[in-house]
């Protein structure tokens, strides 16, 4: 079902600072930046220096409005951790998989995510406490 682990996502307050923390701590670089009003966020992804290999990736995550998912997940939590992304390779597909299993998906239909991929979520309660994001990579690499 899952051909690598896409992303790893930290709900951050302001991304600017975040960026900078990556950068001057662990030498992080963005890779992609953008903001998705659908999913009520701004967010980067980062990459070590140099990678161009598709290895997984560093998704912070800042809030873009006061009722998004994000500004929910940080009054209740503060920053952290905030889910785990599957690259898939037919999101429709692994849907239906999950489903088969008893699996509850956030979303009938797939939604836009980063640089055009279509993802869904997997409930956290049905996923041992981890929201997990499925994705399935725009053709050509975006
Ligand atoms: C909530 N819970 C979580 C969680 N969020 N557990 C693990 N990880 C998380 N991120 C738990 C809570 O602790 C709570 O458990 C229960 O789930 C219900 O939480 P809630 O605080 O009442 O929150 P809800 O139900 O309003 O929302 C949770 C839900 C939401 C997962 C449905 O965050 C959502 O729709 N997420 C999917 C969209 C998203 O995250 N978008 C932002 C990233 P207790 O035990 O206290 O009941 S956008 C993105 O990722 C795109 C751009 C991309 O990568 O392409």
Redesign the pocket.
């Known amino acids: 079902l899952v051909t690598a682990i896409d992303?790893v996502?930290i709900?951050v307050p302001d991304l600017d600072e975040a960026i900078a923390f990556q950068r001057d701590t662990f030498g992080l670089e963005v890779a992609h930046s953008e903001e998705?009003a659908e999913?009520?966020?701004r967010?980067a992804m980062l990459r070590a220096p140099g990678d161009t290999t598709g290895a997984t990736q560093i998704?912070l995550?800042a809030p873009l409005r006061e009722d998004?998912?994000?500004a929910?997940?940080l009054d209740?939590?503060g920053p952290g951790?905030?889910?785990l992304?599957y690259r898939v390779t037919d999101v429709e597909a692994a849907m239906e998989a999950l489903r088969a299993k008893g699996l509850r998906l956030?979303y009938d239909q797939p939604r836009?995510?980063?640089?055009d991929?279509r993802?869904n979520?997997v409930?956290?309660?049905d996923a041992g406490?981890?929201?997990v994001?499925l994705?399935e990579p725009a053709p050509h690499g975006h």
């Not at 836009?112 to 640089?115: D, N, P, Y």
């Open positions: 992303h996502g709900a998705n999913q009520g966020v967010e998704q995550l998004s998912t994000i929910k997940f209740k939590n951790l905030q889910q992304a956030l836009r995510g980063t640089a991929s993802i979520f409930h956290p309660k406490g981890v929201l994001e994705v």
